[in-house]
């Protein structure tokens, strides 16, 4: 008893108490919390306590299959042998402590040279470490968190591979956590990019380079391929010999916007779009 109120507790009642791994507020089976002991393969979160009882340790449990929810990506370029700027943004329903290691797998064709300190910029949360590891041969990208990162943070980053120099299909990207383990032997499961990226497609030109078009005349400031002038990021026109200034403060940085999601994007001067819930199918970065 606390003063006069009873401390009545039993398994279900939406109370974690001392000797229950857990408490969702039911008597069902098989939903991750089964008379109050963590299901195999699940992962519980419980609540503050909110009850002056002794033996309660925590609120309500809420139990989940830890798992990458999505993985996003998106490429600038699909012009073969140049750089190619790719943004990923993913997000996961279970915490990740400091130190974790993810491996982002797939990325395979690229002729970027393997690095053990390979850069990368975070674009949303700072817990990702700018410091990765390339490696050219097998297409992975290993990154670190330096931080905890709480269940359903959205995470987003970018960096630069060089385009393959031959023909290949477009790859999906593979986001996999090396070392995420939590109590009862759960791990967190891998998520799978609906989007490709690194697909390129060789044309051998009809005249030799930079020349293009009829009668061979027109130099072209990009890539020739085929009869056409293609352009890289930043360039235009029929020679791409025109170039476009980025104004910072009227740019929206590349966002990851996940499906279903009601969303702003706004630049630093207020321009901008709003993205309706449902407005996308699947998810996108925009910018």
């Known amino acids: ?42 992962l519980c979160f419980s609540d503050a306590v909110d009850w002056p009882c002794p033996t309660s340790i925590a609120g309500l449990s809420t139990c989940v299959i830890p798992q990458f929810e999505y993985i996003i990506v998106a490429e600038a ?5 140049i750089s190619n700027e790719i943004t990923v943004g993913f997000q996961a329903n279970a915490p990740m402590q400091a130190g974790t ?14 690095s053990a300190n390979f ?26 968190t330096t931080a905890m990162i709480p269940a359903g943070e959205a995470l987003s980053m970018r960096f630069s591979l060089s385009n393959p120099s031959s023909t290949q299909a ?12 939590y109590t009862g032997g759960a791990t967190l499961a891998d998520a799978v990019s609906e989007q490709q ?19 061979c005349v027109a130099s072209c400031s990009g890539v020739v391929q085929g009869d056409k002038c293609v352009c890289p990021p930043g360039r235009f026109g029929y020679t791409c010999s025109q170039t476009g200034v980025l104004s910072v403060q009227d740019s929206v940085p590349p966002t990851v916007v996940p499906p279903g999601i009601a969303m ?21 970065v925009i910018s």
Do not use: H, K, M
């Open 264 to 284: 702003n994007l706004l630049s630093p001067s207020g321009a901008g779009v709003r993205i309706p819930a449902g407005a996308l199918r699947r998810g996108a």
């Open 170 to 181: 477009a790859r999906s990207v593979t986001i996999t956590c090396r070392n995420c383990s």
């Open 119 to 144: 850069q990368i910029e975070p674009l949303s949360g700072s817990a990702l470490s700018q410091n990765a590891v390339w490696t050219q041969s097998t297409g992975e990208l290993e990154l670190r």
């Open 1 to 42: 008893v606390v003063g006069s109120i009873p401390c009545l507790t039993s398994c279900g009642d939406g109370r974690q108490d001392v000797g229950e791994q857990c408490d969702d507020a039911n008597s069902e089976s098989g939903d991750g919390c089964s008379n109050c002991e963590v299901d195999s393969g699940y």
């Open 77 to 81: 370029t699909e012009i073969p042998s």
């Open 197 to 215: 990226v690194l697909g390129v497609t060789v044309i051998v030109p009809t005249c030799t380079a930079p020349f293009f078009g009829p009668g």
């Open 101 to 114: 290691q993810l491996l982002l797998s797939g990325l395979t064709g690229s002729t970027q040279p393997s």
